[in-house]
């Protein structure tokens, strides 16, 4: 078998696909979809930080106001952070966000640590019916495929975004070592009572635990401003040559507080961490993260750009497989799990 890839001239003459045809639609695709994502990523921290104040401010002033109460009442700060248009006034307030969450990793790790460790009596093993939630959640967590091409298109030098000791690759992973640390060792102290965020298990009689807590909350709510940047850049594009150009300041006003508002109500309706991230990671970035890629690099590589015996096809099959798993079962799972709620 001939391992010798075809010259692009007889690519493009073999080829059963018009790119550029595919081009338009996909690129309409990957918009709405992003759309979706980034949407519904911010009703995700809509839920984590009224869920955490909730704990904190409940506890303190020993009262029992529902975690419904606080998305309001986070709503209402989130409509003026959305406000802000441009990157560059978003960056620093990221950039401190970032910092706080080092902090918030450092004493959360002084948590964990601060008792035994007991690994025996831990199930090493989860339930098959919870492995495609967890799937989800996992490609959630290290996706961030939103604020990637804007912030390598806004980069001074974004030659160094994909290098191999690049930013892409840094922060990916300093992103998944935390992410392990945190989760393995969390896992380890509080077993099968877990939350969402571990954060949520600090106790919440101790002041640097509360700290911690706010400042978690506090670190997310700066960054919502850049999560919401991407899908209404995206958004405004679209519909910015249908609205009269004196009028573009009141439309964006309005868009951005409507959106925040539909937010608000998705949030209200599933005030559920578990669940929402699950599902958010199942049918949004399983999709953008693994399919829409897989797909893009067969149609590109089609017919003979596969590589010897075919092996990038194999490899697109595999991941393939696995992105379909995580899409159909694991939102399954996690709808099954949303409706368990209100059951």
């Given at each position: 078998?001939?391992?010798?890839?075809?010259?692009?001239?007889?690519?493009?003459?073999?080829?059963?696909?018009?790119?550029?045809?595919?081009?338009?639609?996909?690129?309409?695709?990957?918009?709405?979809?992003?759309?979706?994502?980034?949407?519904?990523?911010?009703?995700?921290?809509?839920?984590?930080?009224?869920?955490?104040?909730?704990?904190?401010?409940?506890?303190?002033?020993?009262?029992?106001?529902?975690?419904?109460?606080?998305?309001?009442?986070?709503?209402?700060?989130?409509?003026?952070?959305?406000?802000?248009?441009?990157?560059?006034?978003?960056?620093?307030?990221?950039?401190?966000?970032?910092?706080?969450?080092?902090?918030?990793?450092?004493?959360?790790?002084?948590?964990?640590?601060?008792?035994?460790?007991?690994?025996?009596?831990?199930?090493?093993?989860?339930?098959?019916?919870?492995?495609?939630?967890?799937?989800?959640?996992?490609?959630?967590?290290?996706?961030?495929?939103?604020?990637?091409?804007?912030?390598?298109?806004?980069?001074?030098?974004?030659?160094?975004?994909?290098?191999?000791?690049?930013?892409?690759?840094?922060?990916?992973?300093?992103?998944?070592?935390?992410?392990?640390?945190?989760?393995?060792?969390?896992?380890?102290?509080?077993?099968?009572?877990?939350?969402?965020?571990?954060?949520?298990?600090?106790?919440?009689?101790?002041?640097?635990?509360?700290?911690?807590?706010?400042?978690?909350?506090?670190?997310?709510?700066?960054?919502?401003?850049?999560?919401?940047?991407?899908?209404?850049?995206?958004?405004?594009?679209?519909?910015?040559?249908?609205?009269?150009?004196?009028?573009?300041?009141?439309?964006?006003?309005?868009?951005?507080?409507?959106i925040v508002v539909a937010m608000m109500g998705l949030a209200l309706t599933v005030p559920q961490l578990e669940p929402f991230i699950g599902f958010v990671g199942s049918i949004g970035?399983?999709?953008?993260?693994?399919?829409?890629?897989?797909?893009?690099?067969?149609?590109?590589?089609?017919?003979?750009?596969?590589?010897?015996?075919?092996?990038?096809?194999?490899?697109?099959?595999?991941?393939?497989?696995?992105?379909?798993?995580?899409?159909?079962?694991?939102?399954?799972?996690?709808?099954?799990?949303?409706?368990?709620?209100?059951?």
């Amino acid at each position: 078998m001939s391992c010798i890839r075809a010259s692009d001239g007889d690519e493009d003459e073999y080829n059963p696909f018009e790119r550029r045809q595919i081009r338009k639609a996909n690129s309409a695709y990957i918009d709405y979809m992003l759309l979706v994502i980034s949407y519904f990523s911010v009703c995700v921290y809509l839920v984590f930080i009224s869920t955490t104040l909730r704990d904190v401010i409940n506890y303190e002033l020993k009262i029992d106001w529902s975690v419904r109460i606080y998305i309001l009442l986070t709503t209402c700060v989130v409509a003026f952070i959305t406000q802000v248009r441009e990157l560059k006034y978003l960056v620093p307030f990221s950039l401190l966000a970032n910092s706080s969450i080092i902090v918030v990793f450092i004493i959360t790790l002084y948590y964990i640590f601060k008792e035994p460790l007991a690994l025996s009596n831990r199930k090493l093993w989860p339930e098959l019916s919870n492995l495609p939630s967890f799937f989800g959640t996992a490609v959630y967590a290290i996706e961030g495929i939103g604020i990637v091409l804007p912030v390598e298109n806004k980069m001074k030098q974004p030659q160094h975004f994909l290098q191999t000791f690049g930013v892409a690759n840094f922060a990916i992973c300093f992103i998944t070592i935390m992410y392990n640390i945190v989760g393995f060792f969390g896992y380890a102290t509080y077993g099968e009572i877990t939350k969402g965020s571990v954060t949520l298990n600090l106790p919440n009689e101790e002041l640097l635990a509360k700290s911690t807590q706010i400042l978690a909350a506090v670190a997310i709510l700066l960054t919502l401003g850049l999560y919401y940047y991407v899908p209404m850049e995206i958004l405004w594009k679209k519909i910015s040559h249908r609205i009269p150009e004196r009028r573009h300041n009141l439309a964006q006003i309005g868009i951005r507080l409507g959106i925040v508002v539909a937010m608000m109500g998705l949030a209200l309706t599933v005030p559920q961490l578990e669940p929402f991230i699950g599902f958010v990671g199942s049918i949004g970035s399983a999709t953008l993260a693994l399919l829409t890629p897989i797909v893009l690099d067969t149609v590109y590589r089609w017919p003979a750009g596969y590589g010897c015996m075919k092996w990038r096809l194999l490899k697109n099959i595999v991941l393939g497989t696995f992105g379909l798993f995580i899409l159909a079962v694991g939102t399954y799972f996690s709808l099954m799990d949303i409706v368990a709620i209100y059951e």
